[in-house]
Each structure stands twice: as C-alpha cells, then as structure tokens.
C-alpha cells in the first residue's frame, strides 16, 4: 500500500523500498521460472552474505514454490558439497568470491544444473549474473508468475549439528507465514519500527526479525556482517528501535569496553535469546528491557518473557497465546510443576515438515503425534519456563543427572575464565565424570583445585569438575553454540 516506505537498511547498501523490494522478488520469480526452468519443489540454495539480493532470491523463489536451501556463507567446501547434494540443489545464488568454489562444487553435482552470481562484475561461462536475470524480467513478471499449490516445501533449514556433527535439513511448509509470532502481542510492534538484527541471513534469528518488520510495514536494519567495533556507531546512525539478536553476540558486546554512545541508543526493546540469567546486567548496561526466548527451528516459538512480567531469573517465560509447547515424562503424560522433562511440540501445530531424507532422526523426534526436542526442561507453579539442557549434554554421574549450563555459569564467573563448556567423559565406576574445558581470561591459567573451591558455594561436590582442559578457544557454530561433539571428540 505505500511502496515508497523504506523496508531494508543496509549498513553497506544504503535502503531500499517496499516497492522495489517487490520487484525485485517479482523479477526474480519470472526468471526462476521462465529462464532457469526451475518448478514447485525444487531447490534454490542461497549462499550469500547480508546484501539486498538475498531477499530477491528468497522472496522470488518463495512466491513460485522454489524451495530455499539456506547456506551460511562462511562453510568450507566440504559443507556445502554436503548441503548442495543432500538438499539436491538445483541452482546455486553465490557471492562474485565463490565463484572458483562453485565451480569446483559444479563439477561434482550433477543435480546443481545453474550457478548464479551476483554483483555487477562479469561471470565465467556457463553461469548467470543475478543482476542480468532481474533486469531482462519483463515489467509485467507479476502477471507471468505461474500458480503455485496451496502448500508445498517453502523452504529447508539446515541444523548446526552441535549434537552429532551432521546437520538436519529441516523442511518447512508453506504455512509458516499463517503461523508467525504475533510481535504486537510480543512488543507492540508497528510500522514505525526499524527492526535490527546482526546474524546472518541463514539464520531463524534472522529471519525473525526481517519477516516481523515486513510482515507490520516498518523497516529491517542491518550489518553485511556483525562487527562489535562498529556496532554501536551502526546504532547511532541508522536509530533502531528494537534490537533482535542471540546472547553469545551480546555476551562479546559486554566484554568490551563501556562507550557513551551504547548509552545514547534508541533501543526500546531487545530480543536476546538465550539471554537467561544474565538479563538484568544486560539491561542494566544498555538501558533497554529485554525479551527473551525459547524456541527452535524445527517447532518455532514456544515462551517467551513478556514486557511487565516479573522476571524469574534463568527463565524463558511463559507460553505464547497459543502455544502448544509441554513438558512431558517418558511415557508421554505432562510433567507437574517443577518436574523435569523433554520439551516437545503437538505435530498439528507447528511448521516442521520432517528432516529430509534422514528417517532416522524423524523416528526419534516423533512420538505420539508430538515434536520430541531433546531439550529437558520445566515448567513452574505459575507457568514460567526453565531450560535445563540438551538431553545429550546432561552428565550422568553416580546416578545423578547434572545440567552442563548450571556448572559452566558458575565457572564462567571465575576471574580467570573467558568461556568454559562442559562436556562428559565415561567412567567405569561412576558412569560419567564432569569435564570442564576452558578459555583463559588473561595470562594465568586456573588449576582444577581453583575451580572447584570456587564453585564450593554454588555446586554440590559432585557437580564440580573432575578434569580441567585448557583451550584457546571453544569451537562455535556460525550461532554461536558451543559444539560439543568437536569436545568429545578431543577426549
């Protein structure tokens, strides 16, 4: 209705209009169809940084029934040789610096029958220039566009593995749009907002955001890549009013040195999830409220903390409207107040589409018409939700269950740790035992008798480490999330 309005801000590529933003999705689904041939079903892979044409392509696919294949671009050529192959990509959006890599990708997929790159500069043979295709659209590509079926496979998102080291691709339905967050319920979200988020497009948190700002008229800020030296002069300059973004990328913002200018944001709300039990010091820092929240690729969102609320620390908050979200016991009754269990969601209700082409994980996250998570959990008395820990992550020692985020928090307090993740190791009398690898905060490095004193206070005896492992640094995907298994692997 007002396609002069500025819908995307590109801290490198200036802005671009709600008009324009349509026609370039409406150009680019006249070629996805008409030039490159491709069909409902089939599968466009998105292998590019946070630029303008990454919602042509996602856009423009989406509205002709292409499925999106959402790659990070950060991934060596052995990941995405596994997602373009697995996915059964047929076309390729790259960045001008992968076009050697997609070459080599090229020649191993026969599926993979287009490459197209964007940016102005001249392409090999045998590929497209994104640009060239949306400008040879005609002016009419709207009227052109073939129908497409009430539902199909909009789009597959690929896991981070963090569990197994193998990515799940997560398909899902076109329905997602009829099932989004209802951000003015959230927030009080309208189109006078300018949304801002720093992870990159690939990711739900992404998604989030720029589908909450589109989907209310306002406006979505960005960084082509996250940067903590620039990031608040990008916060000065561009002004948003709520901030969407993940607490490992707020944790770095807090280790750096206080600037007046974090003070002087306009910031009325930030999305941080994942932010726990350290909300209030981040709010207390940026002067801004935060909502956090649980959720997850495969089922979407499940609670969060609404504004006004009293705030529980280490909790997540209560259900959305609606939400289906339960904790459940093994023999799938809902667990009682307090009364740890595994998260799941009811089937019906959420946008999972199963993981492609992996029977396996679709037995083990189905039960009973419910979405297993393989997260533990609880909920309170009065409907606050607490997140435990992976399945996987807990260390049963002795007996005894034990949540790996409880000892990493009190750890990652010690003056002399930066990051810690824990991880168990087998043992042939107690099962399991704890342990703790860690990053150094300086020069010195802690001794295992240090952190178990420390943790005296916090931590039962037998939740305190047994080994200590000192690293440089924890490996992490593109979200942050410590991956465990690259731990394991080590012990």
Known sequence: ESPERIALISDTEGARSYGVVVTGAERFGYAAQHRLGLEVGDRLCIWLSNRFDWFDAYIGASAVGVA???????????????????????????????????????????????????????????????????????????????????????????????TTGRPKAVAHNSDVQGRQVDYVEMFGVDATDRIMFVTPLFHANAMGAWQCALGYGASAVFQRKFSATNFWSVVDHYRPSVLFTLAPIVNILMGRAA????????????????????????????????????????????????????????????????????????????????????????????????????DEANEAAVRDGWFMTGDLGYFDADGYFF????????????????????????????????????????????????????VCAGGEEPTLEMLRSFAEVDLAHYKRPDALVIVEDLPRTASGKVEKFRLRSLL
């Open 387 to 438: 997140f435990v820990d992976r399945k996987k992550d807990i260390v049963r020692r002795g007996g005894v269950n034990i949540s790996s985020i409880e000892v990493e928090t009190v750890l990652r307090a010690h003056e002399l740790v930066a990051d810690v993740a824990i991880v168990a190791v087998p043992d042939a009398m107690l099962g399991e035992r704890i342990v703790a690898f860690v």
């Open 259 to 358: 600037t007046p200018m974090e003070r002087t944001n306009r910031f009325r709300v930030m999305i941080v999830l994942g932010s726990g039990p350290n909300a209030p010091a981040i709010e207390q820092r940026f002067g801004a409220p935060i909502i956090d929240w649980y959720g997850m690729t495969e089922a979407g969102s499940g609670t969060y903390t609404r504004l006004g609320d009293e705030r529980r620390p280490g909790s997540a908050g209560r259900r959305f409207p609606g939400s289906t979200m339960r904790v459940l016991r093994e023999d799938g009754s809902e667990a009682g107040p307090d009364e740890v269990g595994e998260v799941g969601f009811r089937l019906e209700d959420i946008h999972f589409g199963g993981y492609i082409d992996d």
């Open 68 to 162: 999106t294949v959402q790659a990070n671009p950060a991934w060596s050529d052995k990941e995405m040789e596994f997602v373009l192959r697995h996915s059964r990509s047929r076309a390729l959006v790259c960045e001008p610096t992968h076009i050697e890599r997609a070459i080599r990708l090229a020649a191993l997929l026969p599926d993979l029958a287009h490459v197209l790159v964007v940016g102005d500069d001249a392409v090999p043979d045998g590929m497209h220039s994104f640009g060239a295709l949306l400008a040879a659209a005609p002016a009419d590509a709207r009227g052109r566009l073939r129908a497409t079926p009430e539902l199909f496979v909009a789009g597959l998102m690929y896991t981070s593995g963090t």
